[in-house]
């Protein structure tokens, strides 16, 4: 064994690491039987500290188990990534209710998740996520948020004890502390600092009126502002936005962009809206900002390469402006949660030359949905005017045409393209035409997410699978499944009972389990043999009757399928997304906790009588937990018509 390849070692190191939550496991007795192998696993164990604290869990718990020995001093050589992570519990309804899996990477996720625009890669995160999942639900009742802690001389201490750290990431409600700053100054000036959570910068370091500017501006003294010239800040979320209290506006600090230019290491920026501040101090701290634009001159230093705008902020006129306060001509990539300013889209364009990576919520909020059927023009025209794109990610594209003028704009340097589904479901309805026009104008995709609508697996929707498998290059795809099988005047709106048949199709369609998700892994694969990841999951469970609604969520189940399998290489590995969520979710209605309980679920005679024409086994009286142990998808049927 002490003659195996670096490869295979590293392989091994990995498989004994456990949850990012948990210290690594003593390896006392692994360094008995390999000497080797224990030099190898020791380094990738210890390269990583996450300190994870909350209102049952405190700093200085979690820092325990990183201090005490011997983990110290492997902690102390090895680790090069930190990451400080404080969230907020909702209170259960009934006290003493122990909820250790919040602290589980699926559900920390959740809240912690960069914005899509700082990450690497593309889709990876969409492959992985719960969000769509019954963990979006789950999550939203029990976690609330980033938390805050009180006393950061043990993080201080704990990072000058590490020999090197190249990266801490920063996700907690608190603004980075001056005592950070100068510990990072002092032991680590050159470590990547990702500040993923709001940011007060504050101008009361550099004026000698700080007491009056923080009087009526919440914390705004505690972000020093010579934190802005460490030269490891890599990322920086921030407050540009303001709303004050009384109103429904909001303020743009415009006076403050200059200087989050004089950043020299500064690579993404996230703008953020900040909470409630009385009219009186945002206007005290504008005209601050005003005159330390006069004292201090700011000089633009940053080479931004993505910026994240959250919803409904006007992201022409803010854009606008950060171009005039520094250099966007490197902007890479460009998050904009919510296109608020249609019609400004086009002016962007002119300001992003070198942009490659486009993401985009076209559903304006508190807009009819109604109204928001077809694509406008002004967005259209917008993306349209964008020099030819790597990436792009639309969320609430609606309509073929629409995604016809893309494809013919951008199709030829589209690398990666996903199509979101926005709230009501709407989405262009490809069919296998359209899938092999795309094929032929977008040669080198290499990721995709799209939807496509079920059909109870007959020929039609078995020719779509195949269709996906001739895209030449790739490599990753996001499949969402829309099971509702009623007619589209009966998929919006308040709830309406269903024809039977549409009823029976809805759940077939929408039954999802490991031999369906083979088969459709298969039927693509055997067209595409670069496809090394996939993604199912089946969706489109609105409008329904309160019990069809909750049996829908039980059978559609999404699975993911990845490429080499070392124990069975015939087979991918397959993966349940959002199991974890699910079982939780079922203990928690069976103990009360959340309704309805399983056991309460009672069937009506009609959703009885159409599950027991697909699955005899189901009880007329009631559903049981045992029944789901037992039932299993309808295989694909490539040579059936229709159904």
């Not at 003493?96 to 912690?112: C, D, F, K």
């Not at 100068?182 to 993923?196: D, G, I, S, V």
């Not at 893309?406 to 199709?411: D, L, M, N, V, Y």
């Amino acid at each position: 064994m002490d003659h195996l390849p670096v490869e295979i070692l590293q392989q091994i190191c990995l498989n004994l690491e456990g949850p990012a939550y948990c210290p690594p496991k003593d390896l006392s007795s692994f360094s008995q039987i390999n000497r080797l192998c224990n030099q190898a696993a020791v380094p990738i164990l210890y390269r990583k500290i996450t300190l994870i604290c909350d209102a049952s869990q405190g700093l200085e718990a979690a820092l325990s188990k990183v201090t005490e020995a011997p983990r110290a001093s492997n902690f102390t050589r090895f680790a090069r990534r930190l990451s400080l992570v404080c969230i907020d519990l909702a209170p259960e309804s009934e006290p003493g209710q122990a909820r250790p899996w919040t602290l589980e990477p699926w559900a920390l996720n959740m809240v912690t998740d960069p914005h899509p625009a700082t990450r690497k890669g593309f889709l990876e995160h969409d492959m992985t996520s719960c969000y769509s999942t019954s963990g979006g639900d789950l999550l939203s009742n029990c976690l609330r948020s980033i938390g805050k802690t009180p006393n950061w001389a043990p993080v201080v201490s704990l990072i000058a004890s590490l020999n090197r750290l190249d990266q801490f990431d920063f996700i907690t409600e608190d603004d980075f502390s001056a005592d950070l700053t100068e510990a990072f100054w002092r032991y680590h000036p050159n470590c990547r600092l990702n500040l993923l959570s709001n940011q007060k910068v504050g101008p009361s370091p550099l004026y000698p009126d700080a007491a009056s500017v923080s009087k009526y501006v919440n914390e705004f003294s505690e972000f020093k502002m010579d934190t802005l010239q460490l030269p490891g800040l890599h990322t920086l979320t921030t407050a540009i936005s303001i709303y004050y209290r009384r109103s429904v506006e909001h303020q743009q600090l415009w006076e403050m962009m200059p200087f989050l230019f004089t950043s020299p290491g500064l690579k993404h920026l996230c703008l953020n809206p900040s909470d409630g501040v009385h009219q009186a101090g945002v206007d005290l701290l504008k005209a601050t900002w005003r005159s330390l634009i006069d004292k201090v001159k700011p000089k633009a230093v940053s080479q931004l390469e993505s910026i994240t705008i959250p919803s409904n902020r006007p992201e022409g006129i803010m854009l606008s402006k950060l171009a005039a306060a520094g250099d966007l001509s490197q902007l890479r990539s460009l998050d904009i949660g919510c296109v608020c300013e249609p019609e400004k889209l086009v002016n962007v364009a002119d300001l992003l030359p070198n942009l490659k990576r486009l993401f985009l919520d076209l559903d304006q909020r508190g807009r009819n949905p109604a109204a928001l059927e077809t694509d406008t023009a002004k967005s259209m025209a917008g993306i349209l005017a964008f020099c030819p794109l790597e990436y792009l990610y639309i969320r609430g594209l609606r309509e073929v045409e629409a995604l016809d003028r893309i494809i013919q704009c951008h199709g030829s340097s589209l690398k990666g393209l996903a199509l979101v589904p926005n709230k009501v479901h709407l989405y262009p309805r490809l069919n296998n035409s359209k899938l092999l026009e795309m094929v032929n104008l977008c040669p080198n995709l290499e990721e995709l997410r799209l939807q496509m609508k079920r059909s109870v697996g007959n020929k039609a929707e078995c020719e779509m699978y195949k269709a996906l498998g001739t895209f030449p290059n790739l490599q990753r795809l996001f499949l969402d499944l829309d099971f509702d099988a009623r007619p589209k005047a009966l998929r919006t709106g308040s709830s309406l009972e269903t024809d039977d048949l549409d009823l029976r199709r809805t759940f077939i369609n929408a039954a999802m389990d490991e031999n369906l998700a083979l088969q459709i892994w298969s039927m693509i694969k055997d067209m595409s043999p670069r496809l090394k990841d996939l993604r199912i999951f089946p969706y489109g469970n609105r409008c329904f009757a309160h019990e069809e609604r909750y049996l829908l969520n039980c059978f559609a189940r999404s699975y993911r399928l990845t490429g080499y399998n070392v124990e069975n290489p015939g087979v991918p590995v397959i993966e349940q997304i959002g199991k974890r969520a699910w079982e939780i979710q079922r203990a928690r209605h069976n103990s009360g906790l959340e309704s309805p309980p399983d056991n309460e679920i009672r069937l009506s005679g009609r959703v009885a009588s159409v599950l027991q024409g697909i699955w005899p086994q189901v009880s007329e009286q009631t559903f049981r937990s045992e029944w789901w142990d037992c039932w299993t998808s309808l295989p694909l049927q490539p040579n059936t018509q229709s159904w």
